[in-house]
């Protein structure tokens, strides 16, 4: 009797034990501790099964705060043997105050038996019976940075440059002047115009993005200003200055271009007349002013349809490609496991991921085709 209440007592302490044990271990950390407001800081979590005898995935989601700006960068996962899974996550942070910074994580481990999965893959053909993964959410300590104060205020943080150019500098008072000022560079930029409102000058303004992604370092960023300007006196377009701060050089820096004298030549309008037909009619515009204004709408228009329909023609490839083969989903369990998988990471996705494992449970499938195309759009628009 009392050597079998000993061996109860020892398997009590064993599957108490057990219970206590983490599922996984982790890592959290940044790329510096020491920051600058707005520098970008690379932050890595890496999670390993600890507990090997489920099937396990990982979902880490950042929580919100007015403190920091925070962008999902990668995730990895790595099974490197049965029940030992590892998964890797990559964000961007931006520091948007001085002092301490605390960065909270939600860390959520989903796990599933062996009978589970076999049910899903083998049993299940007909989706009657879905993967029943029981959810833990493993409390892990807080990120914490020192974040030095920027002495005086910038629009951009990083590397960059600034480049200008302008088609002419006389022009009649029908004509037009086309300016441009290419922005490059990584890091966080705050730029949204280059020019200020000019007094009695006509502007027409457009960005043309020729690069914008995110990267360990910050947006990697291009991009192309366009100003088409027209007056009825001769006028300056301004220098200009933009501060900014490299946190690699520790140092202020001004992006300038220089200013530009534009001549606008005034034109008698009694040279424009019919004196035979129209003796005291005032053109509004001359035929070649016309023309001109044509011909660059014309080349504007046509220059931005074919960028955009050249980058919807790379895009829709890429996301065809990237997407092909949740669109190829048979079943509720099969797009749900994809998702898991691969965008796990994305509060977004939880929704369709409980919706799916909703659908298996109910046997209900006759919207599984409209969820699945829901599921696509928004992962087109992540």
């Not at 440059?161 to 705050?190: A, C, F, M, P």
């Not at 190829?328 to 965008?343: A, F, G, H, Q, V």
């Amino acid at each position: 009797m009392k050597k079998s209440l000993g061996n109860l007592l020892v398997l009590l302490f064993f599957t108490l034990t057990l219970q206590a044990s983490p599922l996984a271990t982790y890592s959290l950390k940044a790329a510096k501790s020491e920051v600058y407001q707005k520098e970008a800081v690379e932050i890595t979590f890496e999670a390993q099964q600890k507990d090997h005898s489920h099937v396990m995935f990982f979902f880490l989601h950042p929580k919100k705060s007015s403190d920091y700006k925070i962008e999902f960068l990668t995730k990895e996962v790595d099974d490197h043997s049965y029940h030992n899974s590892n998964a890797l996550f990559k964000f961007v942070l931006f520091p948007l105050k001085s002092g301490p910074v605390t960065v909270d994580f939600d860390f959520v481990v989903k796990t599933a038996t062996d009978k589970a999965v076999a049910k899903a893959y083998v049993e299940d053909h007909d989706d009657s019976v879905g993967i029943d993964l029981k959810t833990t959410q493993i409390p892990i300590k807080p990120l914490k940075l020192q974040v030095k104060a920027l002495e005086k205020p910038v629009d951009l943080v990083g590397d960059f440059t600034l480049q200008s150019r302008i088609d002419k500098t006389k022009i009649d008072q029908y004509g037009s002047v086309n300016v441009h000022y290419v922005l490059r560079g990584t890091g966080y930029s705050e730029v949204t115009k280059i020019l200020p409102k000019l007094n009695g000058v006509n502007t027409f303004f457009d960005i043309e993005t020729l690069a914008d992604r995110l990267t360990d370092k910050g947006y990697l960023i291009a991009k192309e200003f366009i100003y088409a300007l027209t007056a009825k006196k001769s006028f300056t377009i301004p220098a200009v200055a933009i501060q900014a701060f490299s946190p690699t050089r520790k140092e202020y820096y001004t992006l300038a271009a220089p200013a530009y004298n534009v001549t606008v030549k005034t034109i008698d309008p009694t040279t424009l007349l019919d004196k035979e037909e129209s003796p005291n009619e005032k053109p509004l515009v001359s035929y070649k002013t016309l023309k001109e204004w044509f011909i660059y709408l014309v080349i504007f228009a046509f220059g931005y349809l074919s960028a955009t329909l050249a980058n919807s023609k790379i895009e829709f490839g890429k996301k065809k490609k990237v997407f092909e083969k949740f669109d190829k989903s048979k079943t509720p369990k099969e797009l749900m496991l994809l998702l898991i998988r691969d965008y796990g990471h994305d509060p977004a996705i939880s929704e369709y991921i409980d919706k799916l494992e909703t659908m298996m449970r109910g046997k209900n499938t006759k919207d599984f085709e409209r969820v699945k195309k829901e599921v696509i759009k928004r992962l087109e628009s992540l």
